[in-house]
């Protein structure tokens, strides 16, 4: 009995922590624990100063650049030719370009997403779906280079196979690469959405009488719409910021026009293409590419404020 009350008493001395504080931890874990909470915060405020940094450059350089380029001529003139003689600095050819390219996309990426996700939610097995999803997480990692080169060598042959007054660069093909690009988006964060729909609400609707289509269609996509609006509203604003497929697949002819045929630019080529190093760091066609950086900026800001604002507007709550 004395043996096991001293092996007792040296393993509470082993294992003693040291003095407690008034929370109950000793004073090594509570430093532990003050260690790792500023390391986290560190780790977030990196992503906070790095969006401040990133607005005050571009403010500042906008503000520079509307010092010698009126915010009339900016917004009101349909011209945008800031690199040849005469300069007009009409920032509504690249909207207009942009805008083509998000359209188009959102055309392709969305529908045949949602039903995608509706299939891989509600109809399809375990092993079909543990097969698709890494198929598409492959199509996600595609580099955007690569989709831009598939678009030059397939997307545009084929369209001007069936268009022959397709321009060889045109805001269509960019539209098909991008749909592509922002397709495995809408398809996970809607099949997660539908996923979460509890499973109470279609076995109500069984109950009922209602088929599997009824169910999906009246139930779970209403039940988990403000989450695919979101995931809509996400992948569009992907599709605006779209860099290297949009410039090697649409061209570089900023113009407004009602046709996906012709070659066009978005704001997002332009500043590639100002940007490559033949432009003087400091002059006002340099500044262009800050001053279509704020208008993109504020764009994509808008679109995820305003997908913040559905999820929480129109979200349902379940017990």
């Known amino acids: 009995m004395t043996r096991v009350s001293d092996a007792a008493t040296n393993l509470s001395a082993t294992t003693d922590p040291g003095p407690l504080t008034a929370k109950g931890l000793s004073v090594r874990q509570q430093l532990t624990e003050r260690l790792i909470a500023v390391g986290l915060f ?21 503000a520079q650049f509307f010092r010698e380029v009126s915010p009339v001529a900016f917004l009101g003139d349909t011209r945008w030719s800031p690199l040849l003689k005469p300069q007009h600095f009409g920032i509504w050819p690249l909207i207009c370009g942009t805008a083509w390219v998000a359209a188009g996309s959102a055309a392709i990426a969305l529908p045949l997403g949602l039903a995608t996700a509706i299939y891989l939610s509600e109809y399809a097995s375990p092993l079909t779906r543990n097969l698709v999803k890494p198929v598409l997480e492959i199509l996600a990692g595609i580099p955007s280079v690569v989709y831009g080169y598939f678009a030059i060598v397939f997307v545009s042959p084929a369209i001007r196979t069936v268009f022959p007054s397709a321009d060889v660069f045109n805001a269509l093909s960019a539209s098909v690469v991008v749909g592509m690009m ?3 988006m809408v398809v996970s964060l809607s099949e997660d959405v539908l996923r979460g729909v509890p499973q109470g609400l279609r076995e109500a609707a069984y109950a009922l009488g209602s088929t599997k289509f009824d169910v999906i269609v009246r139930v779970v996509v209403p039940a988990g719409l403000s989450g695919v609006i979101a995931a809509f ?3 569009v604003a992907r599709a605006v910021g779209e860099t290297m497929a949009v410039t090697l697949a649409a061209g570089a002819t900023p113009r407004l026009t009602w046709s996906p045929l012709e070659s066009i630019q978005t704001m997002t080529a332009y500043i590639v293409q100002v940007s490559l190093g033949d432009t003087p760091a400091g002059s006002l066609e340099y500044r262009t590419i800050f001053a279509v950086g704020m208008t993109l900026f504020m764009i994509t800001l808008s679109m995820n404020l ?13 017990e």
Do not use: M
Not at 307 to 312: F, I, R
């Open 233 to 235: 509203l996400l992948a």
């Open 42 to 62: 560190l780790c977030a405020a990196v992503s906070v100063l790095t969006t401040v940094g990133i607005v005050v450059v571009l403010v500042a350089e906008t």
């Open 306 to 318: 305003l997908a913040q604002w559905v999820l929480a507007r129109f979200r349902e709550k379940y």
């Open 182 to 184: 922002i397709l495995p």
